[in-house]
């Protein structure tokens, strides 16, 4: 006798979300840890990305949305181009930070910036961080 779980059945609306959202199946995931291995910011991140991932598979909403790991996500693309599968875990992570930013969930205050770094800082990195980082 064969036992086989459909997709279908286990998702939970936190993976529904994710890949309205991304266009990535969460669920071919099968952690093989290729896209943490390359990330270059993967030592200032709370969760590494394939255990957000994972987090993300069992439906653990509270955890990988309050990570800071999806703030911190450069988007560099190296975990999209590492993963075997071909998923693109960046666009996971976007995908998390716009379901935060949906709900006005942001964690940057830009009355909080500091005026000696607004005269110091290269506009463009102020509008990314704007559109990366505020609710």
């Not at 990330?39 to 994972?54: G, S």
């Not at 990570?67 to 995908?95: D, F, H, N, Y």
Request: net charge negative; with cysteine; charged share 20%.
């Amino acid at each position: 006798m064969s036992y086989q779980i459909s997709r279908d059945i286990i998702k939970n609306e936190l993976v529904q979300k994710i890949e309205e959202l991304s266009g990535q199946t969460v669920f071919d995931c099968y952690q093989c840890g290729m896209c943490s291995a390359g990330c270059p910011v993967v030592e200032y991140m709370d969760i590494m990305p394939n255990q957000i991932m994972r987090l993300a598979q069992f439906g653990a909403t509270a955890d990988v949305l309050n990570s800071e790991t999806i703030w911190i996500c450069s988007a560099c693309l190296q975990c999209s181009t590492r993963c075997p599968k071909g998923i693109e875990v960046a666009k996971v992570m976007e995908a998390l930070r716009s379901i935060n930013l949906r709900e006005r969930i942001g964690t940057l205050d830009p009355n909080m910036i500091e005026t000696e770094d607004l005269q110091n800082l290269p506009p463009i990195a102020l509008v990314g961080a704007f559109r990366k980082l505020t609710g």
